[in-house]
């Protein structure tokens, strides 16, 4: 293994924690990784391999926001997910980096409760969180893809 694909490795590990800890742009460092190694390595088995891995990438984003957007319509306005977006930024500078997972449950949960009273805030609030984890299994398993796409040109290559 070159010093390139360790550094490549090491990035895609870091990408993959990315997308669950939502701190870092891990499809972004991913996709960037494999590119690095495509440069690097060159040739037509190097850029099918990049190509397939950013599809796949693509792919995983555009289901994360199709799949749970259509769950959180249902159940949740804009409105109550933007207070949870906002409460999710103050908590990760209140509490580092697990601040994220306390702002957004509380902020939906607070929104949630001025709209529709305490006693729907909570299912609301499940079903936000809900369409939050799918989303994140959804981009971690076309991360796990793309990686995969990648260890099998390291071997070919």
Do not use: H
């Not at 391999?49 to 749970?68: D, H, N, Q, R």
């Not at 607070?110 to 939050?132: D, H, M, N």
């Not at 984890?133 to 390291?154: H, N, R």
């Amino acid at each position: 293994m070159t010093l390139v694909e360790l550094f490549v490795a090491l990035a895609i590990v870091v990408g993959l924690i990315g997308i669950l800890v939502p701190v870092l742009p891990g499809t972004i460092l991913i996709m960037g990784a494999i590119l690095i190694w495509a440069i690097d390595t060159t040739g037509a088995t190097a850029w099918a391999v990049f190509a397939v891995a950013t599809t796949v990438l693509a792919a995983g984003t555009l289901v994360k926001y199709l799949v749970p957007g259509r769950q959180l319509k249902a159940t949740v306005p804009t409105s109550t997910l933007l207070v949870g977006g906002v409460l999710a930024v103050v908590g990760f500078f209140v509490i580092p980096v697990v601040g994220i997972f306390v702002g957004f449950p509380l902020g939906v949960y607070a929104a949630e409760r001025q709209r529709v009273g305490a006693e729907q805030a909570w299912p609301s609030t499940k079903a936000a969180l809900r369409a939050l984890g799918v989303s994140i299994l959804i981009e971690l398993a076309a991360g796990a893809v793309a990686t995969a796409v990648w260890l099998t040109g390291v071997v070919l290559t």
